[in-house]
């Protein structure tokens, strides 16, 4: 079992920065993918960014693309969220995950293939 142990977070206001990292217990394959999906109250999960470890391609919703940049450092395990420009609608539950293969373009947002899941770190940012 991979367990991923995410860091970060809290509270900012409208156009501060903050960092999520999420660090995995091991990997299972030699390449993997690791991101973050966020839920808002009232909304439905959604996928945020996420990154081949090692290789480093990435992903982005359009919705923080330009603002939000994911990275990756293997050995360490770890991916990294630097959110900046942050809205009042970037405040959701984010949720670390990563699954034991590369992520592609056309399937990453896909809940279903994530196989492991962090317990969550809240985001809030007042206006």
């Known amino acids: 079992q991979v367990r991923l142990e995410e860091s970060g977070g809290g509270s900012v206001q409208a156009g501060g920065s903050l960092r999520l990292s999420c660090t995995a217990s091991?990997?299972?394959?030699?390449?993997?993918?690791m991101g973050w999906f966020r839920q808002a109250p009232g909304k439905e999960r959604e996928a945020v960014a996420v990154?081949?470890?090692?290789?480093?391609?990435?992903y982005y919703v359009n919705t923080v693309e330009g603002r939000f940049t994911i990275s990756q450092d293997n050995p360490k395990r770890t991916a990294y969220l630097e959110m900046s420009s942050l809205k009042p609608e970037d405040t959701a539950t984010y949720y670390c995950?990563?699954?034991?293969?590369?992520?592609?373009?056309?399937?990453?947002?896909?809940?279903?293939?994530?196989?492991?899941w962090g317990k969550g770190t809240q985001v809030t940012v007042s206006s």
């Open positions: 995950v990563a699954h034991p293969f590369p992520c592609y373009d056309d399937t990453w947002t896909a809940q279903v293939l994530y196989n492991w």
């Open positions: 091991k990997f299972t394959q030699p390449n993997s993918c």
């Open positions: 990154i081949n470890t090692p290789g480093g391609s990435s």
